[in-house]
């Protein structure tokens, strides 16, 4: 079977990208498999940037194709904050709950109508033989004043997508990967992935 690596320790992401990948019908691995791959400097100042620094080191590493995903929430309140450093909202080992509560703290008292926000994805893909690809996704939405809902993960308890009464993490998988900026950024990605695989859909 054709394997395809996700430059990622990440459960959360795995899950909604392995469903996304489903109907590829190649193998999917992780960060987890490759323990001595180490961890792989963020240090891009764009999340395109990242996103590449994490297929590029797993793909040279593995030899092997693999798809690095970078994701940020995009506050327009807050200039665009956390962004790139969503990750690291309330420090380098900062929780969900503890970025969660950052911004809450700092969305205090905005009114409802200066609450707007997006999440942005982005993917690359690398190959051997293909070199890079990229694909993007957004999810707009506000910031609610408390978390609602279990489901997702990191900052989705907070984040109401626009025209949707459920926040992320209100949505199960399969809604949240119909609207997400994952799951939009994925539905570009899937026809590069299709071809490179050569794969038919299962229907
Ligand atoms: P990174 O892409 O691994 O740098 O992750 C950025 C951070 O953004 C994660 O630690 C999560 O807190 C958050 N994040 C990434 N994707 C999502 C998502 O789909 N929903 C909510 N938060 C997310």
């Known amino acids: 079977m054709k394997q395809l690596v996700l430059a990622t320790h990440n459960r959360d992401k795995t899950r909604e990208i ?11 691995l992780t960060l987890d498999e490759f323990p001595q791959i180490g961890p792989i400097p963020e240090d891009a100042d764009t999340l395109e940037g990242n996103a590449l620094l994490k297929a590029n080191a797993v793909s040279r590493a593995t030899g092997l194709p693999a ?50 926000a997006r999440f942005r994805c982005a993917l690359a893909f690398v190959a051997p033989g293909i070199g890079v690809r990229m694909a993007e996704g957004l999810c707009r939405g506000n910031i609610l004043e408390r978390p609602r809902g279990t489901g997702g993960f990191g900052y989705d308890p907070v984040f109401l997508p626009a025209g949707f009464d459920r926040t992320l993490a209100e949505m199960d998988l399969s809604m949240k990967n119909t609207i997400s900026h994952r799951g939009l950024a994925m539905q570009g990605m899937l026809p590069i992935l299709r071809e490179y695989f050569q794969t038919e859909l299962r229907t």
């Open 18 to 28: 392995s469903a996304l990948l489903f109907d590829l019908g190649v193998g999917v």
């Open 67 to 116: 798809l690095g995903d970078d994701t940020g929430l995009e506050v327009h309140f807050l200039y665009g904050d956390p962004g790139v450093y969503s990750s690291r909202y309330s420090g380098e080992h900062g929780s969900y709950a503890e970025n969660v509560a950052k911004l809450i703290a700092k969305m205090k008292g905005v009114p409802p109508r200066r609450r707007a």
